[in-house]
């Protein structure tokens, strides 16, 4: 069997080093590749019952994401172009760049971020990998968002060149605004450019230049133009065009925002404009730096506008969404439209595996990898053409090389092809059919175990109304719990499922909705049929409750704990609002995207 | 090995050691010798002194003033030349082992520690006009939230011989691990990011921390982790006996698991014949076992014959078990602890029931030992806290309040609600501290000397101890105290020289100040017996267990009472706060600064009756009323403003921060229930917001509106037709509704504004 192996290929790695050269040749890459692939290698994950649950709704879902991804910060994000050819074999060319990240406070504004969490087991094994913490820390990538860039540019000022726009008919103001203008200008460049002033002492040129109002730029000399508006700055704009070539003119904002000036610098030669351009272009260039950093790299994937595959998208597209784009909209609907707006198609390769059959229940890549390697034929020929020189190969770099790998080969058996509307050949999908389509993976992550979860096979769909969540049961297991329950309420001799949610509290699930709502109800009302239940110590709350702490983000105690507190503030007991929802019990949930931006 | 006799003299002890540095040069004062000897051998291992050094020094210890730092220390700060010993989970016990003896010696240690963060959000930095309480709150936060990654420790021992101290800077690596698989707590901890940022710039070993730091279990964490062994322990012995009902029949579903079974019957069976057949000779089996026992390779298992079990799923092993239990009496499952952390799973051959009783009991024994043991181990880090409080040695640091929250947050248990009981529980196990931060402010001659100064650790290092600098400026009145760094005797790979920031360096150069700090207060060393507790020293003894809560508390905490007094000489940057007359107002419009609010309530409530508005951070401040009633004026008017719709809400002065109707406005109680609760959000407003979302007092919302429209008709006219007089004489006069009062005093409290939605 032909297998498929990856040689042992390691990523380019990107520190602020190397960065500018890095994102030129990832740009050149993106361009000629068909789908990049995205990992992110962050310091923790969250725990207990902040982890997607089995009975989580794609909402509360989404706000698990929005927590991990508000709280733990992406030290490293892979990034991997590749191109598929479904010739025979099919073959396949990645670029993999890992880029070292830390939210350094470049510009001293208290930003990109003023603290992170860190789980000490996730760096643990981290460290244990040989993560280069130091590397990271020391040269890692800073970064604004979006949003963070345009509060940092309120606040930090630095003259731009600016395009002169194809100008509207002139008004007569504005042509006399010009001509003022122009005369202002030619004035005062004479005193530099008139050959004949040359020979005048240094007395007579500081002297002119006290006179005409001239200032410095660097060791050009410049002079400023007050203006105040756009349309001011486009006229100033116009008459330096018209007057000569050796001047270049930087546009100056002002705090307040609108008033600004044009600052005029006179250049001697050609050379001299085009070494005073480039020096514009290096300093703004280390500005775009400081203000955008790693994000260059997003812009890039967002204007390229190919598919990005990833394994967490939930997860990881939240992440790449609250630190490089914008704060996370308060609910999954937002999101998705937000995101839909940087990212047009994101494919979760969870929801690939659910195209074939076994695969559904793969633990992680590396399970889902194996099996199709056991499975299937597959022959796929690997070529990673730039390796860095480096021998070690870090955990994250190896997961995009996976998931780059995973797709390719769900790719070749789903007949998902590149080229599919150009060529529309016999039965081949295009990607988008599989595009946005989101499970949040209730798997711990880091379990590199090639085995399947025991899980069953069929996803039902259970509604929220047939969810009662259980407290005050002390440390009992499942099958204690179980057994312990039937005793205490008839409710609990019909057909029920039991699930620990975290050590406090568990999560029973009826068939049957109105033995739910029913029990609740004599719950809430405090019947006599459930004194001993009571007298247990035994507690319990419909959804909506779960739902509320959820919403209020009370992510800090156990889920018992919170759960007691909010059902006890709520009072009066409230029966489940007109707002069912469906979980997908005994799988991961999906989100499909589509279905968020019809509603 | 690790057992060094204590009693050796110590100074013999030093002496003979080829790795003691000290030069007896009569050129220098002799506070320099040990630091200038050690710069040449050390050079090349020095750290480069990074740029910008002193500019983020606020951020480890906030200087006084908090004007940037210390600019006194000038540059020459970093390349020290004072090896400080490394430890981290390699050579922890060995390291331990001998500190304990040189802390038994030492007259005192200094101590520093080095953490993840300081603030957890702008707004939780500490501010003058906060209250005791919640100043507490803050720090409380900070010491809970954030790591500890580094702990220096450096003993001082007199050593009459020199007529010198001789120091050894210990640098603990510390990084909280999971060590116990029955500790189920997250460890979760915060990075700030421009602390993480400070310590880069420092070279900070990140690498070292993470992958070798020693971790730790507090005292509160081992007494559970104990404990719940101990339930194990009692459940298991329970479940072997009488419990095992439950899982004795595992119904047999699959053919699978049927085969297998059968399979183990016959393995089993095999084997065991293979033990019965042949004798024992001298506990080793005679045959060749290894071709007879099929594919079961047999081993010892306290002197019994026993069977490995490796490579079967969880499911497989609960067949063997019960297989076992089921056909072969003599066959007993046992499980051990082996090596890092895995169990191993044995078959082990027992011919008598007297015998398989004492296997089991001999195991369980094991098993209670090893887990014992596995927790004594997890203590890690907490070992060197036990050590010196159990010596009850004199502990100094340097402006080390948060320090010593810190450490007994970390290491003794969650920090108690309030300042006075956490003041008192430390004190009992740290009884003398001594903080050189306060000692600076004690003495004139130390104040004339820093005037002017910053009082950070490095500044004041290079004044006081000018001769490290090897400069003799400054002559005082009493030649320096000589201070000489030891190294080990054995190898010399684990030190490095120290840098600034290091905690192991930290805290040598604290300890070094508080020697010259004595010096000032008139103890000599000289006439001192080096067993002589410095504590109790006379001179010294009145300025012992006092500390500054935070740089710019203007108090000192006595440990031993846990009062609070005002530090004598402490500049205080704003009028003293009156905290009934205070009222926290966030979420009004970004763009509004501080003196604009002042001028709206000034416009209101007339000229003088805002005396302070302090910014908490962009969409929060503090607003300290003239009179106490203003506060409930205020409130009230709040209340009415935003209830009715209208033009007259608009037209207000006040509309200035009402407007976008995301004000709030509270007391200042509710200004500590913010800073109490364990969220954290960035801006104020939003943590305020979250706060107040989860607070259970959710009243007021249905106020009858006609009784509102009353009130307003009083109150809201009357300060708009008064203009810039003072409203409250006026006020409710032409109500003659009782009920609007019991209104009035719903909205009054705070929590009734809180929650209100518009």
């Known amino acids: 069997m032909a297998a498929p192996r990856a040689a042992v290929a390691s990523a380019k790695q990107v520190t602020r080093q190397n960065f500018a050269e890095a994102v030129r040749e990832l740009g050149a890459h993106l361009e000629a590749c068909d789908y990049v692939a995205v990992a992110a290698q962050k310091t923790g994950a969250p725990t207990g019952w902040r982890r997607a649950l089995p009975v989580d709704t794609a909402e509360t879902a989404y706000l698990k994401a929005k927590l991990a991804a508000e709280s733990f910060q992406p030290l490293q994000i892979a990034v991997c172009p590749f191109r598929l050819r479904s010739s025979s074999p099919s073959t396949l060319v990645a670029y993999p760049y890992n880029f070292h990240l830390f939210p350094r406070d470049e510009l001293q504004l208290g930003m990109p971020s003023y603290s992170f969490s860190c789980q000490s087991s996730y760096l643990s094994t981290m460290a244990n990998d040989g993560f280069d913490f130091n590397m990271c820390i020391y040269d890692g990538i800073s970064y604004l968002s979006r949003v963070q860039e345009s509060l940092a540019r309120q606040k930090i000022f630095t003259p731009r060149p600016q395009q002169l726009l194809p100008s509207p008919s002139t008004s007569v103001s504005d042509s006399v605004f010009v001509n003022r203008i122009k005369s202002k200008i030619l004035h005062w460049r004479k005193g530099y450019a008139d050959p004949s002033k040359k020979d005048d002492g240094t007395l007579v040129s500081s002297l002119s230049r006290l006179i005409l109002g001239g200032e410095t730029y660097g060791s050009r000399p410049s002079m400023s133009i007050d203006v105040c508006s756009d349309r001011q700055v486009q006229l100033v704009l116009e008459a330096v065009n018209h007057i000569s070539d050796d001047l270049v003119s930087l546009v100056v904002p002002h705090k307040a925002g609108a008033a600004r000036s044009v600052r005029v610098i006179f250049t001697n030669s050609k050379e001299d404009k085009n070494l005073l351009l480039m020096d514009i272009q290096k300093l703004e260039d280390e500005q775009n730096f400081k203000f955008r950093g790693f994000r260059e790299v997003i812009d890039l994937l967002s204007s390229s506008q190919k598919p990005i595959i990833s394994y967490n998208c939930l997860n990881d597209m939240t992440m790449l969404h609250t630190k490089f784009i914008a704060p996370l909209p308060p609910n999954l609907h937002e999101f998705m439209c937000s995101l839909k707006m940087v990212f047009s198609n994101v494919v979760d390769i969870n929801h690939l595996l659910r195209q074939i059959g076994p695969l559904r229940k793969a633990k992680n890549i590396q399970a889902a990898l194996s099996y199709l390697q056991r499975q299937y034929f597959v022959p796929i020929e690997i070529e990673i053409p730039q390796q860095d020189g480096t021998s070690s190969v870090t955990k994250n770099e190896q997961n995009v090389l996976r998931i780059t790998k995973l797709f390719a080969k769900l790719s070749n058996l789903l007949k998902i092809s590149p080229e599919c509307q150009l060529q529309s050949r016999e039965q081949c999908t295009a990607v988008e059919e599989y595009c946005n389509i989101f499970y949040p993976s209730c798997v711990v992550e880091g379990s590199y175990d090639a085995n399947f979860a025991i899980e069953s096979d069929t996803t039902e769909t259970v509604s929220t109304d047939n969810i009662i969540f259980l407290w005050g049961f002390r440390e009992k297991s499942v099958k204690e719990l179980k057994s312990y329950l039937i005793g205490l309420h008839q409710a609990f001799s019909e057909d029920f499922e039991v699930k620990l949610l975290d050590k406090t509290c568990s999560a029973l699930i009826f068939r049957d909705s109105n033995t739910a709502t029913q029990l609740l109800k004599e719950i809430n009302s405090e019947g006599p049929s459930l004194n001993r239940f009571f007298s247990e110590g035994l507690k319990a709350a419909g959804f909506e409750v779960y739902r509320k702490v959820c919403r209020l983000g009370l992510w800090d105690s156990d889920l018992a704990e919170v759960l007691e507190d909010v059902s006890s503030e709520l009072g009066v007991p409230t029966l489940p609002e007109c707002s069912t929802s469906q979980i997908y019990w005994n799988s991961a949930l999906m989100l499909d995207l589509k279905e968020y931006l019809e509603c | ?758």
Request: charged share 25%; aromatic share 8%; hydrophobic share 35%.
């Open chain 2, 1 to 758: 090995m690790g057992h060094m006799v204590s009693r050796t003299p110590p100074i013999h002890q030093t002496k003979s050691s080829p790795t003691h540095r000290r030069v007896p040069s009569p050129l220098h004062p002799p506070a320099t010798a040990a630091a200038m000897q050690m710069q040449g051998r050390l050079r090349r291992v020095l750290r480069a002194p990074p740029p910008r050094i002193l500019l983020y020094h606020a951020i480890s210890s906030p200087p006084n003033g908090g004007n940037g730092g210390g600019g006194g220390g000038g540059g020459g700060g970093c390349g020290s030349g004072v090896a400080v010993k490394q430890v981290t989970r390699g050579n922890m016990a060995e390291a331990l082992e001998k500190l304990r003896g040189r802390v038994r010696e030492a007259a005192f240690v200094g101590v520093d520690l080095e953490m993840s963060g300081v603030t957890s959000a702008p707004w939780r930095d500490t501010f003058e006009l906060d209250r005791a309480d919640v100043r507490y709150l803050k720090l409380r936060d900070s010491a809970e939230r954030f790591a500890a990654l580094q702990l220096g420790v450096c003993p001082f021992r007199w050593d009459p011989a020199k007529s010198a101290f001789v120091a050894q800077p210990h640098n603990f690596y510390i990084f909280p691990r999971k060590e116990l698989p029955s500790d189920c707590s997250s460890h979760e901890f915060l990075c700030q990011t421009t602390s993480i940022d400070f310590l880069a710039k420092y070279q900070f070993d990140f690498n070292t921390c993470f992958r070798e730091g020693v971790s730790y279990l507090s005292r509160a964490q081992e007494e559970e982790a104990l404990q719940k062994f101990n339930m194990l322990y009692h459940g298991q012995t329970a479940t072997s006996s009488t419990n095992s009902e439950e899982d004795r029949d595992i119904p047999l579903k699959s053919a699978s698991d049927i085969l297998f079974t059968e399979r183990m019957k016959m393995n089993f069976k095999e084997w065991r014949d293979v033990i019965v057949s042949k004798p024992m000779v001298d506990n080793h089996l005679s045959g060749n076992i290894k071709c007879c026992a099929g594919q079961f390779q047999t081993v010892f298992f306290k002197m019994r014959p026993a069977i490995m079990l490796n490579g079967f799923s969880s499911h497989q092993l609960k067949l063997i078990q019960q297989v076992l239990r089921k056909n072969f009496k003599d066959l007993v499952f046992v499980c051990t602890s082996g090596e890092d952390d895995t169990s191993e799973k044995k078959v082990v051959y027992s011919d008598t029931d007297e015998d398989r009783i004492l296997l089991m009991k001999d195991v369980q024994e094991d098993l209670l030992k090893n887990r014992e043991e596995r927790v004594k181990s997890a203590i890690g880090i907490r070992h060197v806290i036990d050590l010196l409080s159990s010596e009850r040695k004199l502990i100094v640091g340097h402006s080390c309040f948060l320090d010593i929250a810190q450490v007994y947050s970390k290491f003794v248990g969650p920090l108690p609600s309030s300042i006075k009981e956490f003041a008192l529980s430390f004190h009992k196990i740290f009884p003398h501290i001594a903080d050189t931060r306060h000692l600076m402010s004690v003495n004139q001659a130390v104040q004339k000397l820093m005037k002017h100064k910053s009082k950070s650790l490095s500044s004041a290092f290079s004044l006081l101890c000018p001769a490290s600098y090897s400069s003799v400026e400054k002559p005082s009145s009493h030649p320096p105290v000589t201070i000489e760094v030891e190294g080990d005797e054995t190898t010399s790979s684990c030190f490095i020289s120290g840098a600034k920031h290091e905690a192991g360096y930290d805290a040598y150069m604290t300890g070094c100040i508080f020697a010259q700090l004595c010096a000032y207060l008139g103890i000599k060393f000289e006439q001192f017996s080096p067993l002589e507790n410095l504590a109790t020293n006379t001179k010294l003894h009145k300025h012992i267990n006092f500390l500054s809560p935070s740089w710019n508390s203007g108090t000192v905490i006595d440990l031993s009472t846990g009062m609070e007094r005002p530090e004598p000489g402490y500049m205080r940057r704003f009028p003293a706060a009156v905290y009934d007359n205070i009222i926290v107002i966030w979420g009004f419009p970004s763009k509004v600064r501080p003196k604009e609010i002042k001028d709206c309530i000034c416009k209101v409530f007339g000229s003088g009756s805002v005396t302070t508005v302090f910014s908490i951070d962009s969409t929060a401040a503090l607003v300290q009323f003239k009179k106490q009633e203003s506060v409930n004026d205020f409130l009230d008017l709040k209340a009415v403003l935003e209830r009715a719709d209208s033009a007259i809400s608009i037209l207000h002065p006040l509309s200035t921060i009402l407007e976008g109707g995301q004000t709030r406005a509270a007391k200042y109680d509710t200004y500590r229930d913010i800073c109490s609760s364990s969220e954290s959000k960035y801006l104020f407003a939003d943590q305020a917001e979250a706060v107040c979302a989860t607070s259970k007092n959710q009243l007021g919302e249905n106020v009858d509106d006609n009784l509102i429209s009353g009130v307003l008709d009083g109150v809201a006219l009357a300060s708009v037709t008064e203009g810039d007089g003072i409203i409250s004489d006026s006020k409710n006069q032409d109500i003659a509704d009782v009920t609007c009062h019991d209104i009035l005093d719903a909205l009054h409290d705070g929590k009734a504004l809180l929650v209100r939605r518009m």
